[in-house]
């Protein structure tokens, strides 16, 4: 087996969840001997090429992260430029987001699951799992550690079954979280959820209220128009 | 106020224009945006509304003046061409954009989580669509997205059933 990977994130490689979960990812495909490519489409100058390696190969993975519900702007604009294929052509999916709870990634598992079809190719499963958000904001080691459980997804991909099996599936993890863990996790976030991700936007420099009513209070910069980067 | 965002290569919210104006609606009372050549970028990850610059996008095009209208508005309807049954990338990338409303702060609400907004709005949408449209699977996500912005789902209406979408914009 031969797999193209495309990173379907708009972010900056360097910066993107999806491109350390994939690098994780294709640890477990060389373990089982399968070779890969990889692209990411965050970079338009290399969009030919990407559709060049779509074209001439079978298995297909597009690892995204959900924005609003869905794929992301920038990659609905990528599909459109697809070639048309052929049922020899395999499409799978790896979705991450932010969001821990399998609940919140099942309307962009859905517009997945339909899109091969328009492509004219044969679907093969999506790997769907959130709480990825903090990836990027972590050390190396740490990094490696969140996304070490997508090795084995690799290995399990290298199988030949894209993620049609039911150990793709049970690896999104709960669907919704229980009630007594509902109301610990409103407690952290009103608390130290709150502190933390100030502290982070304290390390990019940023020292005003995360939550602050920019376009109603801000004068300094005139007419409520806020400050630019 | 009903604030239209119309990027659709036909220009239909014209006619929902015409159709309100019909049905005696104020035109103090809506606006229609057409985004047909404006600079509107897709949204690039940078987390920089969030966490560096809270409330303010770090690129900058024609976008922002589009987010301050949204941001006042009551109801925003994208009218939109549609792509693999769902709504074309020049939609998606201004929604993908309404991230300077939403905080980094998150909460639990009605069983699940969600993030904080910014403003103390609420922002109705509808979509008004062209082509061959998923219709069940663009009113899932239509809800979905208003669930994530603390609003309601207006609908999703194609285009020949724009008076219905009418009757809700009254
Ligand atoms: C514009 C935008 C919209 C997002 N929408 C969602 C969403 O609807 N649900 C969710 O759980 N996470 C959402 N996220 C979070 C990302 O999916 C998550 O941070 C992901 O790990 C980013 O991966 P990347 O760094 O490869 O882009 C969104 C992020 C952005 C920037």
């Known amino acids: 087996m031969h797999a193209v990977i495309i990173n379907g994130s708009p972010r900056v490689q360097k910066y993107s969840n999806t491109e350390k979960i994939i690098a994780s990812f294709t640890k477990g495909l060389t373990e089982k001997g399968v070779s890969f490519e990889t692209y990411a489409i965050s970079d338009r100058q290399s969009w030919e090429m990407i559709r060049e390696a779509y074209r001439k190969n079978e298995e297909i993975l597009i690892a995204l992260p959900l924005y609003v519900e869905c794929v992301p702007g920038l990659l609905l604009e990528f599909l ?14 790896l979705l991450q987001s932010g969001f821990a709870e399998g609940c919140q990634l099942r309307c962009g598992e859905a517009f997945l699951e339909k899109l091969p079809k328009y492509l004219g190719v044969r679907y093969g499963g999506c790997l769907v799992k959130g709480d990825n958000f903090g990836i990027r904001m972590v050390d190396k080691e740490k990094q490696e550690q969140i996304t070490k459980p997508y090795q084995a997804m690799g290995e399990l991909f290298a199988e030949g079954d894209g993620f049609l099996r039911e150990e793709a599936k049970r690896f999104t993890g709960p669907e919704y979280f229980s009630l007594p863990i509902r109301l ?46 | 106020m009903v604030l239209m965002i119309d990027t659709t290569t036909s220009h239909i919210g014209e006619q929902v224009v015409e159709e309100l104006l019909q049905r005696g609606a104020n035109p103090t009372e809506f606006e229609l945006i057409d985004t047909t050549g404006m600079r509107i970028s897709h949204c690039v990850g940078c987390n920089y509304c969030w966490l ?10 024609d976008y922002e003046p589009i987010l301050k209208k949204m941001n006042r508005a009551d109801q925003v309807w994208l009218i939109s061409d549609t792509h693999f049954g769902f709504v074309s990338y020049q939609t998606k990338n201004i929604v993908d954009r309404v991230m300077p409303l939403v905080t980094m702060y998150l909460k639990v609400k009605d069983g699940q989580m969600r993030h904080v907004m910014r403003y103390d709005r609420q922002l109705d949408i509808g979509v008004i669509y062209t082509g061959d449209g998923d219709q069940a699977y663009l009113e899932w996500w239509c809800k979905r997205t208003a669930l994530n912005l603390g609003s309601r789902s207006l609908g999703v209406f194609e285009e020949a059933r724009r008076k219905e979408a009418v009757l809700c914009m009254l």
Do not use: Y
Not at chain 1, 80 to 87: A, F, G, Q, V, W
Not at chain 1, 195 to 220: I, R, Y
């Open chain 1, 184 to 229: 610990i996790m409103q407690i952290v976030f009103r608390t130290l959820g709150k502190k933390m991700f100030q502290k982070a936007a304290a390390s990019w420099g940023c020292h005003t209220p995360l939550d602050e009513k920019v376009w109603e209070t801000n004068s300094e910069c005139g007419k409520g128009e806020g400050g630019s980067v």
């Open chain 1, 80 to 93: 459109e430029t697809l070639p048309e294929k052929d049922d020899h052509t395999r499409l799978s999916f």
């Open chain 2, 52 to 61: 560096k610059t809270p409330g303010i996008c770090a690129v900058k095009d």
